[in-house]
């Protein structure tokens, strides 16, 4: 130990582990320390971030720490949110197999799949192993793979109980599967702008294959004679085209709070622990949206009986998870007796997407429902109250969503709501009128995040919740 800083970084990992002592011995705290928290938490006492200078070397120090944020978010949902111990063995097991993040010079020879040189052009490209059924890959039929010759031994449901997939016919499936096999490989063809070399090999008569209408019989061959290759001169890569950012509400959020905070979370995925108020409020959402659903199915209020209640419920929490919930069950009771007996539900849970020229966003709205006539959005939260400018925004990202939706262009959306689970009786319910001047100056403040988003804006945006911001290490 040489000075202050050096006594400030043992005091702070001592306090650390006192803290962590304490909490994670108490078996009635739900909201305790996570370990991404305390990685976190190292993180800023290391201090090993000194940097405000974003170029590719501190980019990709910081890509790496992400990764290992997400290794450790995936370890806590599947294993413990607080077991240090098992979290170390699990990182000394598999050290090694992570992959570390790449950021590519564009001025080096880049190699990658036709998926990813989507939108992206080069002097010259080769396309390797070409070779027929297996670039283009032959149809299999996969369900026959599942169930046939290589049956697995962990039973997948069949795609047709899956309400999502499409059911097709093996033609259908074997055309589309061409289709897509085809639609790859132009996509490859065509990222070359001057020189596009193709690798393949001779069948057993000494032939080239015809892959796709390509005869390379009629192509003209390198084998050793390199000089048919034109020479070409490269100045300079051209820039990647800038993909359209996709955003949702919640992203339009975080980038109004800090941009910064925003870049780090969305742009390099950096994870942070689903709180348990989080966890508790998914399984709410869970239990409505199989309620909802019920309802459209035409299980009536007659049948929704509180055995019925409980049938869902218990399909949802496990059993000795039961007590913990009590309280929510209750709340959503409450709405059964209440707003939604005045209601008819016309989609629970509906995912949208609006396109627009510079930006998409993606979503999922809780709640289309129809009341004395009139169509209405709802979102529930699970909370006692919510920062009125924030539900707004949100509920006018949905309106935005179903202007735009075929299936209600004729439709006129008249109320935005929000049911709080949490709230005393008088203020579970808050509807917003519709206000025009209001829709448009938030597509405006759309158009603003995407265009910044576009042109990689990011500042730091100091605020009272850079105290409670995990990234404050980066910051500083
Ligand atoms: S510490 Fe503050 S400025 Fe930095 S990312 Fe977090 S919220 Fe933004």
Redesign the pocket.
């Known amino acids: 130990m040489d000075d202050e800083h050096d006594l400030n970084f043992f005091k702070r990992l001592y306090d650390l582990r006192q803290k962590l002592e304490k909490e994670w011995s108490d078996k009635d705290n739900k909201d305790k320390t996570t370990l991404l928290d305390v990685f976190y938490e190292l993180m800023s006492i290391l201090d090993n971030f000194d940097f405000d200078d974003f170029d590719d070397g501190n980019k990709e120090k910081l890509l790496n720490v992400s990764i290992l944020s997400n290794t450790i978010y995936k370890f806590e949902d599947v294993v413990s949110r607080h077991d240090l111990k098992r979290l170390f063995w699990f990182f000394y097991h598999n050290l090694g197999k992570q992959s570390s993040s790449q950021i590519n010079n564009r001025n080096e020879v880049q190699i990658m799949t036709i998926h990813k040189s989507k939108g992206l052009e080069f002097p010259v490209v080769f396309i390797a192993g070409l070779k027929e059924k297996s670039f283009p890959r032959d149809f299999k039929d996969e369900e026959f793979e599942l169930y046939g010759l290589y049956k697995t031994p962990n039973f997948p449901i069949p795609y047709k109980y899956l309400g999502y997939k499409d059911v097709l016919t093996l033609e259908e499936k074997e055309e589309q599967h061409y289709y897509e096999e085809r639609r790859v490989l132009y996509v490859g063809l065509t990222r070359a702008k001057d020189v596009l070399i193709l690798s393949t090999y001779e069948n057993k008569d000494g032939r080239l294959p015809e892959i796709d209408g390509i005869d390379f019989n009629q192509i003209k061959r390198i084998e050793d004679d390199y000089s048919i290759i034109p020479p070409i001169q490269i100045d300079k890569i051209p820039d990647e085209e800038a993909e359209t950012p996709v955003l949702s509400y919640t992203s339009i959020r975080d980038y109004e709070?800090?941009p910064?905070?925003y870049y780090?979370v969305h742009q390099l995925s950096y994870k942070e622990s689903d709180t348990f108020k989080i966890k508790k409020g998914n399984i709410s959402h869970k239990i409505l949206d199989k309620i909802h659903i019920n309802s459209i199915d035409n299980l009536t209020d007659e049948t929704l009986t509180d055995e019925t209640i409980h049938e869902v419920i218990d399909d949802i929490i496990p059993e000795n998870d039961k007590e913990l919930y009590q309280n929510e069950i209750k709340n959503i009771k409450k709405y059964l007796d209440t707003f939604y007996r005045e209601v008819e539900v016309v989609k629970s849970e509906f995912p949208f997407t609006i396109k627009k020229d510079n930006y998409i966003i993606n979503g999922q709205i809780d709640l289309i429902y129809r009341r004395n006539g009139v169509l209405g959005i709802l979102d529930f939260k699970n909370k006692y109250a919510v920062n009125e400018e924030e539900i707004k925004n949100q509920l006018y990202t949905y309106l935005l969503a179903l202007k735009l939706n075929p299936e209600f262009y004729n439709e006129n959306v008249k109320e935005l709501a929000v049911y709080l689970l949490k709230a005393p009786e008088d203020g579970k319910l808050l509807i917003f009128d519709i206000d025009e001047e209001y829709l448009n100056n938030f597509q405006n403040k759309i158009v603003n995040v995407a265009q910044n988003i576009n042109n990689n804006v990011y500042p730091?945006?100091?605020?009272n919740?850079?105290d409670n911001?995990s990234?404050?290490f980066?910051?500083k």
């Open positions: 709070k800090c910064f905070r780090i730091k945006k100091k605020s919740d850079c911001c990234f404050s980066i910051c």
